[in-house]
Structure formats: structure tokens, C-alpha cells
């Protein structure tokens, strides 16, 4: 994502007033903001006990003011709740918006683009011809009928689907198939940015439980038939396609119908390394995800701090490859930590979202 930006050229202000693209702009011009961190070198770490203490030199603290500006100029809601914003609402804010713009230049560059191929869709199978003048304009669904196992037929939906550079980074998809009594099996392929995970069961007390929950099948209530007649349908969502940098949402701030918006502060238990079980992937894909390609290694934790789902305050860990190490950042506080601390967790600071990367794109 860093090099992404910084690869974008830097526009001023006064260079350029009217711009289509004020997110990329600002977010290019927060990126330069920032200035590399010299890493010590090992003569100059100090060594306490057991514990190595590196001499690490921040740079000067900012304010993006621009950004807030950002909000209030592209009329987003959240501008109408001011700055203290769920960090999860803002991350999707940020990527939308961002991939929203690229979609915007890429028409502007190739207004016949043609929409990616979807993953187990009728562009990937062997041998087909893409023809850009066959593609539907962007906003429409393809459909088409699939076997799955045991010769099961299957009818898939997915609208249209450009990729971007930050797709590329943090896209994936999900497949939400409803089962219905003597019907086909009817699938829809979903895009997402971040994984959502209900954490509110009782059960549930680590990633790797609320992953399995996600794909559990359940039941919808509420469909009846022409003829009056209540149908049993059931739905279940499977990952088709998994991202290079997997952001694991815990959904900590649910509604209740007596006290409004609470926050879950129970402890999830989360790895440094996460194993995509193949059972959590849909069974067209199962077979063709090598290991490497479902294995990920933590590299970033946001908490919120605070019992009020109201209020707060938010932090982040980050592992900094050139210290080999972890590091807190509190504002414009920065400081090492080891790797115990950021498993770590207490009823005052819960773990928000968790970023991963794929251990074969480190």
C-alpha cells in the first residue's frame, strides 16, 4: 500500500485546485508525509536483563488535517459524526473509496474495460476467449449454472467486477449459497474488503472458532411459498478467494433492543500464524489453494480502549521489518514491544481488527 502511493505522483494544492480524485490525492500526500525511520544498529541496543531495548528515533509528530477536510468535501457521513469514527467504518471508507476512483481513471484510460475474471466463472474455465465487446456494462450480474460435487447444479450469480490495485492488495470474495427444498442451489460471489466475524456466541473465544461460525450453515426464517406455505431455506457463505492482506474484522459493537449499542469486551484469542482451513473454502476451490496460499502471519492489530461502545480510544501494533520486531504506536507515542504483549489483551484494551499477510507473498 505505501509503495502504491509513493508511486503516485504528489499534487499541491495550488498546483492543482479542481481534482476527480481527492482521495488518492490526500492519501498520497499523507503517505509522503512520513518519513523513513532510521532502524539502530546493534551496537546501539541496550540489553536489560533478557529484554533488548532499541534506540529507535520517530519523526515529527502531524496532524493530516487535510483528511478531515476529505470527509467533509466528498460529503461522506462520516464527516456528520465528526472525528472520533469506528475504525472499521473508516478502514472501508478508505478502501472504497480509493478503489472507487481507480475504477474512475481506469474508464477514463479503457472505457471497453473488461471485468476480471471470476474466480470457478465461465472466463476462467480452460480455453475460453475473453471478448471485451461480449461484456455486459459494468453494474450488471452474470449468471450461469455450475456442477458441483455429487453433480449438483447450481445457479451463480456476480455483478461485474474491475479489479484495482487495491483489490489486488486486500480483495476477496466470499460465496453465500441458499439451499431451498427441490430447487438448484442458488450462489452469489460477494466482494469484501474486510472479513467480518461475529464474535457474540458464547462459544466463540478464538479466530479460529468464529472463522468456523462464518461458514456455518443456518437457517432463514420468514419465506413462504405462493401458495402461503412456510419453505425451509438454509444459507451458508464459504471464502472463494482470499486475499493477499486478510483483515479479520471482530465485531464487537452490536445492538441490543434494550440498552442501544453495546461493546463484547471478551478476550479472542488470536495466532501470529493463521491456517485458512481448506473446510472454510468453498468446495470449487478447495482442491486448487496450496497451503502457502491460505497461511498468513500476523503484522498488525488495531485495539479499541474502553468499555463504551460510544467512546474510546484506539491503538495499533505494527511489526516493523527493519527492527525484526514489534512496535505500539499510541499517537504520537513509539515504542518496542515484544511479541507476548501483542497477544495480549485486558478488559480496558480489546483487539478490533487484525491484519495478515500470505507467508508465500512475504
Known sequence: ???????????????????????????????????????????????VGEKIIKDI????????TYIYRLLTLIKSSLSEKGRQEDAEEYL??????????????????????????????PESQPGGEEDGADKEEEGSEDEWEQVGPRNKISVTRQADFVRTPITDIFGGHIRSVVYQQNSKESATLQPFFTLQLDIQSEKI?????????LVARESVQGYTSKTKQEIEISRRVTLE??????????????????GGCQKLTKNIDYPVDLEISKDLLSSGVRSKVLKGQRTYRLF????????????????????????????RIDDQAVKVINQYQV????????????????????
Not at 12 to 41: A, G, H, Y
Open 241 to 258: 478467494e482470499l486475499p493477499p492482506v486478510l483483515v479479520l474484522h471482530l465485531k464487537r459493537f452490536v445492538f441490543e433492543k434494550t
Open 343 to 362: 497477544l495480549k489483551q485486558t478488559a480496558e484494551r480489546t483487539a478490533y481488527l487484525l491484519y495478515y499477510r500470505r507467508v508465500d507473498l512475504l
Open 92 to 121: 472501508g471508507f478508505t478502501l472504497n473509496g480509493l478503489h472507487e476512483e481507480m475504477l474512475a481513471l481506469k474508464k477514463l484510460i479503457s472505457p471497453q474495460e473488461e471485468k476480471a475474471p471470476t474466480p470457478n466463472g
Open 1 to 47: 500500500m505505501y509503495h502504491l502511493m509513493k508511486s503516485i505522483p504528489l499534487h499541491n494544492e495550488t498546483k492543482r485546485t479542481c481534482t476527480s480524485t481527492p482521495m488518492i490525492d490526500n492519501f498520497v500526500r499523507l503517505v509522503n508525509e512520513f518519513t523513513n525511520m532510521p532502524v539502530p544498529s546493534k551496537t546501539k541496543q541496550q540489553t
Open 57 to 64: 528515533r520517530t519523526g515529527v509528530p502531524f496532524e493530516p
Open 300 to 327: 498488525a492489530v488495531v485495539y479499541h480502549h474502553g468499555n463504551s461502545a460510544t467512546g474510546g480510544h484506539y491503538t495499533t501494533d505494527v511489526f516493523h521489518i527493519g527492527l525484526n520486531g514489534w512496535l
Open 205 to 213: 473465544r478464538t479466530v479460529q472458532e468464529a472463522l468456523e461460525m
